[in-house]
């Protein structure tokens, strides 16, 4: 029979770790070795029961150390679980899964535990474990199994970041998981060192998007922010095909990685007519995209329009300049192109332009003034001069007389 090694002084080891953490609801076992049976004297504690967070990676800690840490009502307070590089595997998720001291952890990473198929299956199976904002799976063999058995679940709808990187998974388990209705909150979606081709990439950027519109759309549908993203061309493709947008007005795209491709996209949507207001600053949308949203009668009601570092040449200005659906255009933002003055006149010179009131026309009405107001002082001086000139002349003519 096999005798379970017995752990000493767990009350000295847990008054250590929260003096490290500085936090009585933290406890960080990274640099000190439990194993099985001083994870199951951490779970008796008394000391434990206002804990937070519980991190007890790298142990090679076994399903029984999940059982304890589920079973354990002291525990029940926990919102974040780590138990990294240990040796879980399905059954470890089983117990965690059934147990309603889970019923508040927002954050599970249970990633390198030997987990299958299995394990997410008893995962999704849990009605536990609905407060779960963050699961992460990665290094584990889940493979397209565990992909569906994720795509098919609806006990973890608060779910915003789910990571299943190098987690076996191919084409079949990201189209699963990208046809998904039960993941509305989900933002982040790591499938990365999987064998995925373009097609799955594409379908869950796809996916990825669609969620991120409906978060991010203000509640009167006529303000999207989509910054700092690192989105690119298929999400904006995604964009410009939503049809729950045909009342926005305002569209922020700035600091991502959109070309001419989705900058055609964007100009071509029928949903995207009631703009006035699109910031496709830090982009590459080059002259080439420029032109595609200058000529597109969906732009038409354009009233500011940024685009700045864009690659955007004297070119992509002409272009501005000759159309008349950009007559609306009140503000215009170029900082950070290649362009000269040459770009700028066909701006000052175009029909289109009358609104205009930054940069062009304010500025070379500013210039004007200047130049009048030089003029005017130049005037003077000149009248003054010759004042004094007259008054030495009567003052000489006093003298000689």
């Excluded at 304890?68 to 525990?75: G, K, Q, W």
């Excluded at 595997?89 to 089983?94: A, I």
């Excluded at 107001?373 to 000689?400: C, N, Q, R, S, W």
Aim: charged content about 30%.
């Amino acid at each position: 029979m096999t005798v379970a090694k017995k752990f000493y002084n767990i009350e000295g080891i847990i008054r250590n770790g929260f003096k490290l953490s500085r936090d009585l609801s933290t406890l960080d076992f990274h640099f000190t070795k439990l194993g099985d049976s001083g994870v199951a004297e951490l779970a008796k504690s008394r000391s434990v029961r206002n804990l937070r967070r519980l991190i007890i990676p790298n142990q090679k800690l076994s399903s029984e150390s999940a059982r304890v840490i589920a079973e354990s009502e002291n525990l029940s307070n926990l919102q974040y679980l780590k138990l990294y590089k240990n040796k879980l595997g399905d059954e470890g998720c089983r117990h965690i899964s059934q147990s309603r001291n889970m019923e508040q952890l927002k954050s599970l990473r249970l990633a390198w535990n030997d987990i299958g198929p299995e394990g997410v299956k008893h995962l999704c199976e849990s009605s536990n474990l609905q407060n779960l904002t963050s699961l992460v799976l990665s290094e584990n063999p889940i493979g397209d199994e565990g992909a569906r058995h994720l795509a098919v679940c609806q006990n973890l709808p608060s779910l915003e970041m789910l990571d299943l990187k190098k987690s076996e998974i191919t084409d079949d388990g990201a189209l699963a998981l990208a046809e998904s209705k039960n993941y509305i909150n989900l933002q982040r979606l790591d499938l990365s060192a999987n064998k995925l081709t373009q097609k799955g990439k594409d379908a869950i950027k796809v996916f990825l998007t669609l969620n991120m519109i409906r978060k991010r759309l203000s509640d009167d549908g006529e303000t999207l922010d989509l910054s700092k993203l690192n989105l690119g061309d298929v999400e904006a493709k995604v964009v410009s095909e939503f049809e729950g947008l045909k009342d926005l007005k305002k569209l922020y795209l700035e600091i991502n990685h959109i070309t001419p491709v989705g900058a055609g996209y964007l100009a071509g949507s029928e949903y995207l007519k009631n703009l006035t207001f699109l910031s496709l600053d830090h982009n590459h949308i080059d002259d080439a995209g420029l032109a595609a949203i200058a000529a597109s009668e969906y732009m038409a009601n354009l009233e500011v329009l940024m685009i700045e570092h864009n690659g955007i040449t004297n070119e992509g200005l002409k272009a501005i300049a000759d159309s008349e659906h950009m007559a609306n255009l009140v503000r215009l933002y170029l900082d950070d192109n290649p362009f000269n003055e040459e770009g700028l006149d066909f701006l000052r010179e175009s029909e289109y332009m009358d609104n205009l009131e930054y940069p062009v026309l304010e500025a070379e009405e500013e210039e004007e003034e200047e130049e009048e107001e030089e003029e005017e002082e130049f005037e003077d001086v000149v009248a003054e001069e010759e004042d004094d000139e007259e008054e030495d002349l009567d003052e000489d003519e006093e003298y000689t007389t």
